[in-house]
């Protein structure tokens, strides 16, 4: 998770510990989906901003 942008990694700090108060140790993982997931988000950020038009 070191690798994502500080708001990302707050954002998902905040998400789990908010499970944490409402399961308790009844929570075992979160898993992410979704384009960012994949990384395709961070190609698709990599192309844009690097790419010569």
Do not use: W
């Not at 942008?5 to 140790?25: A, D, M, T």
């Amino acid at each position: 998770m070191e690798n994502l942008p500080i708001n990302i990694r707050q954002s998902i700090n905040k998400f789990v510990n908010e499970c944490n108060k409402i399961l308790g140790n009844r929570l075992k993982k979160i898993i992410l989906y979704g384009s960012y997931a994949r990384r395709r988000l961070q190609q698709f950020i990599r192309h844009r901003y690097t790419s010569v038009d």
